[in-house]
């Protein structure tokens, strides 16, 4: 059973870069396609994007994450990253990676980690 | 972007009676040459990621009760548990993926009455 755990930073400074790393174990990284999705406390979930088996990047278009956003895979460590540049404090939230299924939904995801942006 | 939107925000409902919840999509997620309405549910409960429940608007995951269904086609999807359990106590996602710019709905909390 495939299981996926994100790990980063939990406390960022406003205009900071965010990294964010999911390991993935039970499977490899090479077989499937992979998403990132983030929850402010409280508040529902936002797509951010997602890196296909072939290395292809998608990004969600909202304003709140437009052009701040990349998302790469290391086949070697079997994980894959999340970057989101220039954090202001609304990029405050819980941060989920996941695994994009056959029916291109999300059936795998991580515990999630909570990232702070504060000065 | 699609823009997903669920009614009601949140209800409550008596341990087994039927809830209902309702998502619209801005425009139309049915693919027609496949026949598939590119729409999930997600059942969020409190401090744990979300788990998928339902997929192409009605084919229930391995493991999910059968009290959940989904129905609906083109623009508006429901999301029907059918006698509603203390373990059904969550925050219900729809979700579209038709378009490469997935969008979820706001999600809608259902609590015991």
């Known amino acids: 059973q495939v299981q996926l755990q994100e790990s980063g930073p939990g406390l960022l400074r406003p205009s900071e870069t965010l990294s964010l790393t999911c390991t993935v174990s039970?499977?490899?990284?090479?077989?499937?396609?992979w998403g990132w999705v983030r929850q402010p406390a409280g508040k529902g979930l936002e797509w951010i994007g997602r890196?296909?088996?072939?290395?292809?990047?998608?990004?969600t278009p909202h304003p709140s994450l437009k052009g701040r956003v990349s998302v790469s895979v290391d086949t070697s460590r079997n994980q894959f990253s999340l970057n989101l540049k220039s954090l202001t404090a609304a990029d405050t939230a819980m941060y989920y990676c996941?695994?994009?299924?056959?029916?291109?939904?999300?059936?795998?995801w991580g515990p999630g980690t909570l990232v702070t942006v504060s000065s | 972007d699609i823009v997903m939107t669920q009614s009601p925000d949140s209800l409550a409902v008596s341990l087994g009676e039927r809830a209902t919840i309702n998502c619209k999509s801005s425009?139309?997620?049915?693919?027609?040459?496949?026949?598939?309405?590119?729409l999930a549910w997600y059942q969020q409960k409190p401090g744990q990621p979300p788990k998928l429940i339902i997929s192409?608007?009605?084919t229930r995951e391995s493991g999910v009760p059968d009290r959940f269904s989904g129905s609906g086609s083109g623009t508006d999807f429901t999301l029907t548990i059918s006698s509603l359990r203390a373990e059904d106590v969550a925050v219900y996602y729809c979700?579209?993926?038709?378009?490469?710019?997935?969008?979820f709905g706001q999600g809608t909390k259902v609590e015991i009455k």
């Open positions: 425009q139309s997620v049915l693919y027609s040459p496949k026949n598939k309405n590119y």
């Open positions: 890196i296909y088996a072939n290395g292809n990047t998608n990004y």
């Open positions: 996941a695994r994009v299924s056959a029916s291109d939904t999300l059936d795998h």
């Open positions: 192409w608007a009605s």
């Open positions: 039970g499977g490899s990284v090479s077989d499937y396609h």
């Open positions: 979700q579209q993926h038709y378009t490469t710019s997935w969008t």
